[in-house]
């Protein structure tokens, strides 16, 4: 099929290459000139493991061009896939402002007698498809030929190319048989389970998909509070929980919260959407509640041992908001940095893919960037662990104590053995376990 993404980012990027992987003619549009000029060079503006090489290699066979034209690439491709931003407002409502943009770039430059199906794959609150529909009609002078379907993606960030060539499932929202069925060709390499619904419903699925993920999390950061209140160990909970079928144990993992781009953006958006249909959502405040309140309960444990803070030396290992990336936007650990300056502490910090974005956007202004997790640690009065790196497990603790000023880790996403780090003589502080 010949399609085109308009909007290369996380999304728009990755779905791109990995179409154009299983045989389709991809061209992926940016109205960032930069960008553009940055992809045709062969370069990659975020850390994804295996992005690179699927770019590369879908170039070099023309199965994937990038352009600023929204226009040529619309008249290209049968099918246009739209993955631009959609972020929060100060009320946590969805800015659909780039979404609008775009279905006003399309209707314009749509030509009578050429069918297109236009995709939504941005998340975006329920009955944006009808919007979308409404306005390419109403920008549009030649009446156009076109049907609008909804198909969110569930990629997640640190393994978004395998996620994307072996999904869980498609969800395909549309009211259209042609439209649906060239969605269906589209998706067929891939060999996944596909749940077609009509626009609403598919559009629903994402939001709920997302908070529902999240709600576990936050209920298993709950129970992790109950286990330090009462002496419980929140790991074997989560593992006799998660051994029950129905219930799973993947995002049973407590820690000081979840962040990123998505999460806290999605419930938000979804408590505004549900406020806006007249059915209040009260359930997801408190997923945000508790989310919180990890943040602080683990820097009030921090307090507790360290007594006061200013001046005093910290090392901070993880600054990304989850391994295997180098996203750093609304990062958890980021905060927790923040927190601690913001008390006077002399903080350190090491990740292994998150600094330079963190220099770039000013995130951890005034923290020490350290060159590896020993130097970060060099003479540091605590350490904390604020995301899970691999790497940081794999940690020498005998060498670890000898550069700390005195053996106290604080680890927020329970990455390290209680058991191994306390024989080392650390004292060893967690989430949800003595
Ligand atoms: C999330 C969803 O998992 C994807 O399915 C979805 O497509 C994506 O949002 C999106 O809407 O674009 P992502 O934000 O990349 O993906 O990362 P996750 O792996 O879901 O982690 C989110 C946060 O939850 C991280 O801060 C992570 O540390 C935290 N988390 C995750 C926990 O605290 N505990 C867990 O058990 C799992």
Known sequence: MKICIIGSGYVGLVSGACFAEVGHDVICVDNNQ?????????????????????????????????????????????VVFIAVPTPPQPDGSVDLSYIEKVAREIAVVLKPGQYRVIVDKSTVPVRTGEKVADTIRRYNKGGADFDVVSNPEFLREGCAVPDLMKPDRIVIGGNSERAIAAMQKIYEPFMAPVLVTDINSAELIKHAANSFLALKISYINAVAQICEASGADVEKVADGIGMDRRIGRNFLNAGIGYGGSCFPKDIAAFIAISDDLGVPFTLLKEVQRINATQRERFLAKIREALWVLKEKKIAVWGLTFKPDTDDVRSSVAVDVVRDLLAEGAIVTVYDPKGMEKATEYKLVEGAILANSPLEAAEGAEALIVATEWKEFAAVNFEELKERMHTPLIFDGRNLLDPVIARSFGFTYTSIGRA
């Open 34 to 78: 930069g960008k553009v000029d940055m992809l045709k060079a062969g370069k990659i503006p975020i850390y994804e493991p295996g992005l690179e090489d699927l770019v590369h290699r879908n170039v070099s066979a023309k199965k994937l061009q990038f352009t600023t034209s929204t226009e040529d690439a619309v008249d290209k491709s049968e």
